[in-house]
């Protein structure tokens, strides 16, 4: 099994940057697909960026070059750097991680087996 933390949220203005962190503990990241989802008050869990266990980003569409996905093997961390936010970014981030992922379900919920208690990003008008 593998624990999930995340950190790294807070309130930034329209047009700022964050960098996510997702702690892991108990076995090595690199050992799953690791995926992280959003979730806005009233609308579903949404995913946002995923990278496989070897080591390649995969990206929602709309989340492409403003949110990058990466990796730090020697701390076992997972990261979001998030620019150009807009308040339409608002919502609380989740990392995930899941084995057996596919380009077919790497999207899904569904698909991901541990998952961090999220972190709160607020981005202001």
């Known amino acids: 099994q593998v624990q999930l933390v995340e950190s790294g949220g807070g309130l930034v203005q329209a047009g700022g940057s964050l960098r996510l962190s997702c702690a892991a503990s108990?076995?090595?990241?690199?050992?799953?697909?690791m995926g992280w989802f959003r979730q806005a008050p009233g609308k579903d869990r949404e995913f946002v960026a995923a990278m496989w266990s070897g080591g390649t980003p995969y990206y929602r569409d709309t989340m492409k070059g403003r949110f990058t996905v990466s990796r730090d093997a020697a701390k076992n961390t997972l990261y979001l750097q998030m620019s150009s936010l807009k308040p339409e970014d608002t919502a609380v981030y989740y990392c995930?991680?899941?084995?057996?992922?596919?380009?077919?379900?790497?999207?899904?919920?569904?698909?991901?087996?541990?998952w961090g208690q999220g972190t709160q990003v607020t981005v202001s008008a």
């Open positions: 995930a991680a899941g084995r057996f992922i596919t380009l077919t379900t790497v999207t899904s919920t569904q698909s991901y087996q541990y």
């Open positions: 108990g076995r090595a990241l690199s050992a799953y697909t």
